[in-house]
């Protein structure tokens, strides 16, 4: 998403101000007041030109109490707003295409097997040929939208899962998110503000809401962090899209995953990634 807010009593898009250029509001008329009224809501200064909107979308992968995980990873995707609306209808459709409501990766690798997620339980996804165009479909969307991805992570230790170890476990969840935060606002250009979607999760989503404070505390200019909000990977495709790679993460850091997960890995760092791993706790 585009938005221009040039220093003059009209509005375009950018590319000019002529009526073929694209639709110029003037200000004060009726149909400008809704754009005022969106600017003024985002704190966006009438001095500003223009103004690109990113977001940034965050899942959690591994359930430290499991003893069959061995990773923990908070990771997720960030492109404009715009892309991420493009993006939407094709990921869809290949859900659809498979008779599949929304994704879960978790889900996704236990499919066509006894305990499979409740998507992915008939027999078919356990075809590996299946398993790989779908999934291959699913990361081509990816690669084609999203700009960056940006991720952390670290081994789970279960001889050491303790009262001590969930404080650490805490800090560490807090320390993630807002090491993603300030990593993906800082890379953004002078004009670009960035929003976050974080996948809810009760047991640390209160963790995001004070790195975001601690964030915008310690980054220049502070502006470029946006709004946070939290929704389920059961509505928002973008989120489905970040627990993807998360789960790629986790098991990359957990130093168990097998060929074909090196492969998605692979992928996934082809884009621009900022990833972190800390091997202790």
């Known amino acids: 998403m585009l938005i221009c807010l ?37 704190n966006w200064s009438p001095e500003e030109t223009v103004v690109v909107l990113q977001q940034a979308y965050f899942d959690e992968s591994g359930d430290p109490p499991d003893p069959n995980v061995h990773g923990f990873a908070v990771a997720g995707c960030r492109a404009s707003v715009e892309d991420w609306v493009k993006f939407h209808g094709p990921w869809k459709q290949c859900l659809d295409d ?15 097997k006894a305990g499979g997620g409740e998507e992915f339980r008939d027999e078919k996804w356990g075809e590996p040929v299946l398993r790989e165009r779908f999934l291959n479909h699913l990361l081509g969307i990816i690669e084609e939208h999203v700009v960056a991805h940006v991720g952390f992570g670290w081994p789970l230790l279960h001889d050491e899962f303790d009262a001590q170890f969930k404080r650490k476990l805490g800090r560490k969840t807090l320390y993630a998110m807002g090491h993603q935060m300030a990593i993906t606002a800082s890379l953004l250009g002078h004009s670009e503000r960035v929003n976050f979607v974080f996948a809810d999760h009760p047991a640390i989503s209160h963790r995001a809401l004070e790195a975001r404070h601690r964030v915008i505390a310690s980054i220049y200019p502070p502006d470029r962090v946006g709004s946070i909000a939290f929704d389920t990977p059961r509505r928002l495709t973008q989120l489905q899209a970040a627990d993807l790679v998360a789960y790629v993460v986790r098991e990359h850091v957990s130093g168990r995953g097998d060929d074909d997960m090196r492969r ?9 990634t900022h990833f972190c791993y800390h091997f202790s706790m």
Do not use: N
Request: proline share 7%.
């Open 6 to 42: 040039p220093r003059c009593d009209r509005l375009a898009p950018k590319g000019g101000t002529s009526p073929e250029a694209g639709v110029c509001l003037e200000r004060g008329s009726d149909a400008y007041l809704p754009i005022k009224k969106l600017a003024l809501a985002l």
């Open 98 to 112: 498979h008779g599949v409501s929304w994704f879960h990766m978790t889900d996704f690798m236990q499919g066509g």
């Open 264 to 272: 998605l890995y692979e992928r996934l760092i082809r884009k621009e």
